[in-house]
């Protein structure tokens, strides 16, 4: 999460360059060693190694809005991946050496079934869906992806959450071998959600984009979706999940907490503390936009937040 004035951002930064550069000049610039663009759960580490895995069949979601997508490249190549790097292009030059394959998600805590799921379980949990959502990040700078997964709810109910779980933790994968070791975050990176809000039927359960299986940078090979909430709400490489009765520590809350509070709710009417967040620049354009409350997602959501101060519950 680069942080900066929307005001001081220049063109060239908000928009991505891999939009306008030749693919096999990027390749030159990045190395031989590392994947620029989509990565299979092979995690191989060469951009010629594979194509992306295609996801089928899909399902159409009446949860999916009808705005333009952003371009495939802008969306995998413009990412905030700390562990991979604080620019913008650094996660889809380096997160090619993760290896995705095997991979585990354990999902404890206050449940009565606590179990552990492998990638090929969790797809059999219920049809993939693609769900086209806004995604507006606490930079002021927003997309429009093609996501493909299932209700997050879906695999909570395979664990019956006890009566006392009050709130999900989600913990991100770490390895310092390939990962930074600078101590920019707290690592592993955690998120958290309140357990209605993991279990409202917006919240998605990821694994893919664009019809074809998440690249690294993009969180892979499984991540959630929290359209109404700052994009650094939905944790990326999930290997766990837990409930709890209280509120869980998270990464941002933890590190500047005056800034990034639990709630993240996108909320044009409470400004960061050195930007406004009444306005967005959408990736592959130049112009401003208004941002909506709650994403543009209020409708569906805004119940959730009855009765609750939204400026000092931010």
Same mark, same amino acid.
């Given at each position: 999460?680069?942080?900066?004035?929307?005001?001081?951002?220049?063109?060239? #930064?908000?928009?991505?360059?891999?939009?306008?550069?030749?693919?096999?000049?990027?390749?030159?610039?990045? $190395?031989?060693?590392?994947?620029?663009?989509?990565?299979?759960?092979? $995690?191989?580490?060469?951009?010629?190694?594979?194509?992306?895995?295609?996801?089928?069949?899909? @399902?159409?979601?009446?949860?999916?809005?009808?705005? #333009?997508?952003?371009?495939?490249?802008?969306?995998?190549?413009? !990412?905030?991946?700390? #562990?991979?790097?604080?620019?913008?292009?650094?996660? *889809?030059?380096?997160?090619?050496?993760?290896?995705? @394959?095997?991979? /585990?998600?354990?999902?404890?805590? %206050?449940? $009565?079934?606590?179990?552990?799921?492998?990638?090929?379980? %969790?797809?059999?949990?219920?049809?993939?869906?693609?769900?086209?959502?806004?995604?507006?990040?606490?930079?002021?700078?927003?997309?429009?992806?093609?996501?493909?997964?299932?209700?997050?709810?879906?695999?909570?109910?395979?664990?019956?959450?006890?009566?006392? *779980?009050?709130?999900?933790?989600?913990?991100?994968?770490?390895?310092?071998?390939?990962?930074?070791?600078?101590?920019?975050?707290?690592?592993?990176?955690?998120?958290?959600?309140?357990?209605?809000?993991?279990?409202?039927?917006?919240?998605?359960? /990821?694994?893919?984009?664009?019809?074809?299986? %998440?690249?690294?940078?993009?969180?892979?090979?499984?991540?959630?979706?929290?359209?109404?909430?700052?994009?650094?709400?939905?944790?990326? +490489?999930?290997?766990?999940?837990? %409930?709890?009765?209280? @509120?869980?520590?998270?990464?941002?809350?933890?590190?500047?907490?005056?800034?990034?509070?639990?709630? +993240?709710?996108? !909320?044009?009417?409470?400004?960061?503390?050195?930007?406004?967040?009444?306005?967005?620049?959408?990736?592959?354009?130049?112009?401003?936009?208004?941002?909506?409350?709650?994403?543009?997602?209020?409708?569906?959501? *805004?119940?959730?937040?009855? $009765?609750?101060?939204?400026?000092?519950?931010?």
């Amino acid at each position: 999460m680069l942080i900066k004035r929307p005001d001081d951002i220049v063109a060239s #930064e908000i928009t991505p360059r891999a939009l306008f550069e030749d693919r096999r000049r990027f390749l030159l610039k990045a $190395g031989a060693g590392v994947i620029a663009g989509a990565a299979v759960w092979s $995690g191989l580490p060469s951009p010629a190694a594979a194509a992306p895995m295609k996801l089928s069949p899909l @399902q159409t979601s009446p949860f999916s809005i009808k705005e #333009e997508k952003t371009p495939y490249k802008a969306v995998t190549s413009y !990412n905030n991946y700390y #562990e991979f790097g604080t620019g913008k292009e650094d996660p *889809a030059q380096n997160a090619g050496i993760m290896k995705v @394959q095997p991979w /585990t998600v354990r999902v404890e805590g %206050l449940v $009565g079934k606590p179990r552990t799921f492998d990638i090929d379980a %969790l797809l059999k949990l219920a049809p993939l869906e693609e769900r086209i959502y806004r995604l507006r990040c606490v930079e002021a700078w927003s997309m429009v992806v093609p996501w493909v997964g299932f209700p997050l709810a879906t695999l909570l109910k395979q664990v019956d959450p006890l009566g006392s *779980a009050k709130f999900v933790e989600f913990v991100t994968h770490y390895d310092p071998e390939i990962m930074t070791r600078r101590r920019i975050l707290d690592w592993p990176y955690t998120e958290g959600l309140r357990l209605d809000e993991a279990m409202h039927p917006l919240t998605l359960l /990821t694994v893919g984009l664009y019809g074809e299986v %998440l690249p690294n940078q993009n969180g892979a090979p499984v991540r959630i979706v929290v359209p109404w909430k700052y994009g650094f709400k939905s944790a990326k +490489s999930i290997v766990a999940i837990r %409930l709890h009765e209280t @509120q869980p520590a998270t990464a941002w809350n933890k590190s500047a907490p005056h800034e990034y509070g639990f709630y +993240s709710n996108v !909320n044009p009417e409470v400004d960061h503390p050195r930007w406004s967040q009444s306005s967005e620049r959408r990736i592959g354009e130049f112009r401003k936009r208004p941002t909506l409350m709650f994403n543009g997602y209020a409708d569906q959501v *805004a119940s959730l937040y009855q $009765g609750m101060d939204l400026r000092k519950q931010f």
